[in-house]
C-alpha cells in the first residue's frame, strides 16, 4: 500500500474532559479517562465526524482512507468539524488546538489499528466488504482492541462471525452528522460480551455522545426502527392523496417533532394515559399502513431517475431548493439547540 502519514509523536497518557458541546448527561459530565489510542477506518460521510469527536475528547485517533486521497480529503472534513465547533462556541480554542495534534492519517491498516484499543468501522453498508475488513484488521490490531461498526441497519452478529472473538465486537451507529447529533446506539450482538459494551459506553459517554443500549441485534436498531415506521406513513399519506409531501413535513416539524427532545414518544403516553392511548390504537392501528415491502411511491420515482436533491427532483421538485441551504438550516438547529444544553 501507499506510504502512511507521519502519526505526530503521542503525548503521555492524561486525563482529558469531554467536550462541552454535548455535556448534557451526568454520565458524560465530570468523568476524567486516559488517552486512548482510538483507529477510524472510513473517510466518506460519517468517519471524519466521528474521529473528530474522540479527537476533542482527548484521544489519539487514527483516521485511514484506502488512498493519500481520500485520506486527506478525511483529515480536512475533521479539520472542519473541529473548527466549525470552535467557532460556534462549543469548544475552547485550546481544545480544538489540542485535538489536532492527535489527530492523524494512514493508508497503512497496520499502522492505523496497529495499537489501537477501539477499532471504529465506517466504511460502504455492505455485508461482505465489513467483515473482509473485520477479518483483515483483526490479525493487526491489539488482542483486546474493541472493535466497533458504525453499520445504520446490517447485524453485528453477521459481520463479527468472521471473528476470532466476537465477543469484542459490538456496532456503534453514530447518527449523522456525528459531530453535532448526540445519540450513538450501541447494539449488542448474539456474541457481544457485556464487557465490551461497557468499554464503549464508557468511552462515548466521556465524549460527550448520549448512547443507549440495543439488547437485541435487530435489523435497524433503535433509532432507524423508529423513524422508518414513520417514513412508511409518510409515504403512505403521499401515496394515497391524503396530504401532499409538504405538509406531511410540515405536520412533523411542527406538531409532535418539536415537542421530542422534551417530552419523549412514551411520556406522552403515560401523560394521557395509557387507558386513553389503548382506545385511541383500538381503531387508529388497523387503519394504518402496514406494508411489508418499499412502497410503490419510492420504486416509481426511482425507476425514472427522481432520486431527490442531487437529480433536482424526489419527492420535492428541487429546482427551486437549495440543498446546502437546507443542510445548512439543519445543521445551525442543531448548533443552537446544542448552545442552550451547554448552557444549563
Given at each position: 500500500?501507499?506510504?502512511?502519514?507521519?502519526?505526530?509523536?503521542?503525548?503521555?497518557?492524561?486525563?482529558?474532559?469531554?467536550?462541552?458541546?454535548?455535556?448534557?448527561?451526568?454520565?458524560?459530565?465530570d468523568r476524567n479517562q486516559l488517552t486512548t489510542d482510538i483507529a477510524v477506518i472510513g473517510t466518506?460521510?460519517?468517519?471524519?465526524?466521528?474521529?473528530?469527536?474522540?479527537?476533542?475528547?482527548?484521544?489519539?485517533?487514527?483516521?485511514?482512507?484506502?488512498?493519500?486521497q481520500s485520506m486527506d480529503r478525511g483529515l480536512d472534513a475533521a479539520r472542519g468539524a473541529v473548527d466549525l465547533l470552535r467557532r460556534e462556541g462549543l469548544v475552547g480554542s485550546a481544545q480544538a488546538g489540542s485535538s489536532a495534534e492527535r489527530l492523524c492519517g494512514t493508508t497503512d491498516p497496520a499502522a492505523a489499528v496497529g495499537t489501537a484499543q477501539f477499532v471504529f468501522e465506517s466504511i460502504v453498508e455492505v455485508l461482505t466488504e465489513k467483515q473482509k475488513l473485520f477479518s483483515q484488521l483483526e490479525r493487526l490490531a491489539p488482542k483486546a482492541a474493541i472493535f466497533a461498526s458504525n453499520t445504520s441497519g446490517l447485524p453485528i452478529s453477521r459481520i463479527a462471525e468472521v471473528l476470532e472473538n466476537p465477543r469484542r465486537a459490538a456496532t456503534t451507529h453514530f447518527w449523522n452528522p456525528a459531530h453535532l447529533m448526540p445519540l450513538v446506539e450501541i447494539v449488542k450482538g448474539e456474541r457481544t460480551s457485556d464487557e465490551t459494551v461497557a468499554r464503549l459506553r464508557s468511552l462515548l459517554d466521556g465524549a460527550g455522545k448520549q448512547t443507549v443500549v440495543v439488547l437485541k441485534d435487530v435489523p435497524g436498531q433503535l433509532g432507524n426502527r423508529l423513524l422508518h415506521a414513520l417514513f412508511r406513513e409518510a409515504f403512505h399519506i403521499v401515496q394515497e392523496g391524503i396530504a401532499s409531501v409538504e405538509d406531511v413535513d410540515l405536520a412533523i416539524k411542527t406538531g409532535p417533532g418539536l415537542r421530542f427532545p422534551a417530552y419523549g414518544l412514551l411520556e406522552h403516553a403515560d401523560m394521557i394515559g395509557l387507558d386513553m392511548q389503548l382506545a385511541i390504537d383500538s381503531y387508529l392501528f388497523a387503519e394504518l399502513c402496514n406494508l411489508a415491502e418499499a412502497p410503490a411511491l419510492l420504486e416509481e420515482r426511482v425507476a425514472r431517475g427522481d432520486l431527490g436533491a442531487r437529480t433536482g427532483r424526489g419527492l420535492y421538485d428541487w429546482s427551486g431548493k437549495d440543498a446546502d441551504a437546507v443542510r445548512a438550516r439543519r445543521d445551525r438547529f442543531i448548533i443552537d439547540r446544542l448552545k442552550e444544553r451547554a448552557m444549563r
Open positions: 500500500p501507499p506510504a502512511a502519514a507521519a502519526r505526530p509523536n503521542r503525548p503521555q497518557a492524561a486525563a482529558v474532559r469531554s467536550p462541552p458541546y454535548t455535556q448534557d448527561s451526568t454520565r458524560a459530565r466518506g460521510m460519517m468517519g471524519p465526524g466521528i474521529a473528530a469527536c474522540l479527537a476533542l475528547a482527548g484521544h489519539r485517533v487514527c483516521l485511514f482512507g484506502r488512498t493519500a
